[in-house]
C-alpha cells in the first residue's frame, strides 16, 4: 500500500505540472484525458471487485491443492500412502481439483480480457481525439513541427500520469480487498474476558460438560459440530474419533478456548469457560497439537516455551526424563542448551520426527497442566511408535482429566471413554469393547484399519 500511495502523490504531482502546458494548446483535453481515466478506472475496479467475489470459489481448491503438493513431498507421510495404498486416490483427487481450479482460472482470465479490451477502446476513442486535434493544428499551420512534436510529447506523458493515477487507485483498492480478511478477524467480537474473571478451579482436575454445544463457522452454510451433548468426569481419559472433517479439531479448539460456541455451553469446573479470565483458562490445560513447531534457540527454552533466566531446572529435567529425551540430551556437547534448527543457527542440530514427539511431550509434562489434550499429535509416527507415545501419555498423565484424538484407534483402546464423531455428531459412545461389541461404525473402522495393518505387515514379510 506506501507503494501504491507514493504512486499517487508522483502521478498527482506530474499532472498539476503538465496540466498547465496541454491546456495552452487544447483546454478540453485535460477534461477527456481525465475523464478517460475516470472510466478506465471504473473498469479496472469491477475486474477487482469480480475477484473479490468469487475468490472463495477458487481458494479452496488452491488450500486443498496446495496441501497435497505439500503431503506429495513430504516423507513422513509415505508410510502411510503405501500402508493404505493412496497413491491413486491422491492423483484422482488432485486431478479433480485441478481441473475445477482451471475452470475458475479461465473464468477469471475471460474476465481479465473483456476488461483488457474495453480498456483498449477507452484509449482509442481517447488517442484518436487528442491525436487528431494536434495533427489538425499541424496541418492548419496553426502549430510549427516543432511544437507538434513537444506538445505530442508532453499529451503523451500527461497520459501516462492519469491512468497510472487510475490504475494505483485500482491496485489500492485491490490491496484493501486482499486485507479485508485479517480486517474481519481483528474486528471479530471477542466474548472472552481479558484481565479479569471468575477463579478457576483450584483442584487438581476438573469435571468437562458440553451442553447442548453447536458451533458454525463464519459465513459457512451449515454447522460444523451440532448438539455435542456429553461429561468428562473428573480424573477421565476420553477419545475422540472419526474421519477427517468429523469436527474432531474444531471441537477440541472449543474446550480450549480458542473457539466460542455457536449455541450452547461448554462448563469447566462448573462454569461456563466464557466466564473465567481466558489466560487464566489456558494455564488449566497441556494442549499438543499435530504440528510442532520449533525455533531457533535452545532446546530448554523450546521446552520452557519462556526466557532462559525463569526457567525452572528442577521442572525441566524432570519433564526431559519423562519424556524419554534424557538419553539424546545426554549425549550433547551443550546438553539441553544445545541449539535447535540447523539450517538457521550455526552450531545447531536437527531432531527426527520421534524426537520432535518427545520434546512436545517434555513441553506437556514442564507446562504441567491440570488436563492434558493430545490432537493427533503422533500422525507422523507409525502405527506402533504412536501407541507407544500415546501409552506414555496416558502413564505421565495418570489421575488427570485427558482428551485424545487419534485417527488410529489401536491408540485410544486403553481410555475410559471414546466418543465417535461423524458429520459435527457424536454417534457413538462406550468403551472399546462395548463399541465392538455394538458392531457400528466404530466397529467396522477399527476392523477396516487392522486389515490393512494386516496386509501392510504380510506385504513386508
Not at 527426527?352 to 513441553?363: N, V
Request: aromatic share 12%; glycine share 8%.
Amino acid at each position: 500500500m506506501f507503494d501504491q500511495l507514493v504512486g499517487i502523490f508522483s502521478s498527482v504531482f506530474g499532472l498539476i505540472t503538465y496540466s498547465v502546458l496541454v491546456f495552452r494548446v487544447i483546454p478540453w483535453g485535460i477534461l477527456l484525458l481525465s475523464a478517460a481515466g475516470v472510466a478506465d478506472f471504473f473498469v479496472g475496479l469491477r475486474f477487482s471487485k469480480w475477484q473479490r467475489d468469487n475468490r472463495d470459489q477458487w481458494a479452496e481448491y488452491d488450500r486443498r491443492l496446495n496441501y497435497l503438493n505439500n503431503k506429495a513431498g513430504d516423507y513422513r507421510a509415505a508410510k502411510d500412502v503405501r500402508l493404505f495404498g493412496l497413491g491413486s486416490w491422491l492423483e484422482t483427487l488432485y486431478g479433480d481439483y485441478f481441473r475445477s481450479r482451471v475452470y475458475w482460472y479461465r473464468r477469471e482470465e475471460n474476465h481479465r480480457l473483456v476488461i483488457q479490451w474495453e480498456g483498449l477502446l477507452l484509449a482509442f476513442v481517447r488517442d484518436g481525439l487528442i491525436y487528431g486535434m494536434l495533427i489538425y493544428q499541424l496541418f492548419a499551420r496553426q502549430m510549427e513541427v516543432s511544437d507538434f512534436i513537444f506538445y505530442f510529447t508532453i499529451i503523451t506523458q500527461y497520459s501516462v500520469w492519469v491512468f497510472g493515477l487510475m490504475n494505483n487507485f485500482v491496485a489500492l483498492k485491490t490491496s484493501s480487498y486482499t486485507a479485508e480478511e485479517i480486517r474481519r478477524f481483528l474486528e471479530m467480537p471477542d466474548c472472552f474476558r481479558h484481565g479479569e474473571g471468575a477463579p478457576v478451579p483450584e483442584e487438581e482436575t476438573c469435571q468437562i460438560i458440553f451442553d447442548h454445544v453447536g458451533f458454525r463457522y463464519a459465513d459457512a452454510g451449515q454447522d460444523t459440530l451440532e448438539d455435542l451433548d456429553f461429561t468428562i468426569r473428573k480424573g477421565e481419559k476420553v477419545a475422540i474419533v472419526g474421519v477427517n472433517g468429523a469436527g474432531k479439531t474444531t471441537l477440541v479448539k472449543l474446550l480450549c478456548g480458542l473457539y466460542a460456541p455457536t449455541r450452547g455451553r461448554i462448563l469447566v469446573g462448573g462454569r461456563d469457560i466464557r466466564e473465567y479470565d481466558i489466560n487464566d483458562y489456558y494455564a488449566l490445560y497441556s494442549v499438543v497439537f499435530q504440528d510442532i513447531y520449533l525455533m531457533p534457540t535452545t532446546i530448554a527454552r523450546n521446552i520452557a516455551l519462556t526466557e532462559e533466566e525463569r526457567i525452572d531446572k528442577d521442572n525441566l529435567r524432570r519433564a526431559i526424563a519423562l519424556s524419554g529425551l534424557e538419553t539424546k540430551i545426554a549425549d550433547l556437547p551443550r546438553k539441553e542448551d544445545t541449539l535447535l534448527m540447523k539450517g538457521i543457527q550455526e552450531k545447531g542440530i536437527d531432531l527426527s520426527g520421534g524426537e520432535k514427539q518427545k520434546l512436545a511431550l517434555a513441553r506437556a509434562l514442564y507446562k504441567d497442566g491440570r488436563m492434558l489434550v493430545l490432537d493427533e499429535p503422533t500422525a507422523a509416527l507409525d502405527p506402533i511408535a504412536e501407541s507407544e507415545v500415546y501409552q506414555k501419555y496416558s502413564e505421565m498423565t495418570s489421575g488427570r482429566t485427558a482428551v485424545f484424538i487419534s485417527h488410529r484407534l489401536a491408540s485410544t483402546r486403553f481410555c475410559d471413554t471414546i466418543l465417535v464423531l461423524e458429520g459435527g455428531r457424536i454417534v457413538e459412545k462406550g468403551t472399546h469393547d462395548q463399541l465392538m461389541e455394538l458392531g457400528g461404525k466404530y466397529a467396522d473402522m477399527f476392523r477396516i484399519q487392522s486389515q490393512y495393518y494386516r496386509e501392510g505387515a504380510q506385504d513386508e514379510q
